[in-house]
């Protein structure tokens, strides 16, 4: 039996989705995160080292890293579904996918989390101008370029595409789905275009994608 440590409003809400449209029977153990550091709680580091989500344990393997999870699920257990051939253009599109969700777009996402957090922080009443004047800053000169050509670079690649990967769904959208969450929760209005919405619009209207949410709740912090 598959177990998922699941983390609320986490990155595992993938691992869910993913094990939903496989129709694979799991297990879930949900972590609470600290109400005042919003961390996930230590509990977790007896599961895997690092004490983060998503873990899943199996056949006593233990599986971190969501990209990793997703593969490990789908060589296993995927029967050649939600995945392209091997050696096609959509298959090197789909390792990609899988890859750039962590790698490179959930990092500006982050660091602009991080810069609001900052901004609304409680502090002294002297402080607060400092604090949201380093927030700004940051915003500024990094997350905003940043985040301004990642979604332009994904609105170009969805243009003729369905999915990230061609016509069909594949476990890289799903990958994709959190930091696509976050784009558009996080981006404002200029992450709100054409096609970004169009995808998220579609993923959300997968059965599978609303049965995760029904059994590890919203995706979100």
Do not use: C
């Not at 090197?92 to 777009?105: I, P």
């Not at 976050?182 to 981006?187: D, I, W």
């Amino acid at each position: 039996m598959i177990t998922v440590h699941h983390l609320e409003r986490s990155r595992s809400h993938r691992v869910l989705w993913l094990l939903e449209e496989l129709g694979l029977p799991y297990e879930l153990v949900v972590y609470q995160r600290d109400p005042a550091t919003m961390l996930a709680p230590p509990a977790l580091q007896a599961i895997h080292p690092l004490g983060k989500s998503p873990v899943i344990t199996e056949d006593g393997a233990v599986i971190a890293e969501s990209g990793a999870i997703l593969e490990y699920l789908i060589e296993r257990h995927g029967g050649g579904r939600l995945a392209p051939a091997p050696g096609t253009p959509a298959a090197q599109r789909y390792r990609y996918f899988l890859h750039y969700a962590e790698g490179s777009l959930m990092p500006p996402l982050l660091v602009k989390l991080i810069a609001q957090r900052i901004a609304t922080a409680k502090m002294p009443f002297f402080a607060k101008p400092i604090a949201r004047k380093i927030a700004g800053s940051i915003e500024g000169s990094f997350v905003t370029p940043n985040l301004t050509r990642h979604l332009a670079f994904l609105e170009a690649e969805l243009t003729g595409r369905a999915w990230f990967t061609g016509d069909e769904l594949t476990a890289a959208d799903i990958q994709m789905s959190y930091p696509l969450e976050a784009a558009v929760e996080r981006g404002g209005p200029a992450a709100r275009t054409a096609n970004l919405m169009r995808v998220l619009t579609a993923m959300r209207a997968r059965p599978a994608y609303a049965r995760a949410i029904e059994r590890g709740g919203p995706v979100l912090v």
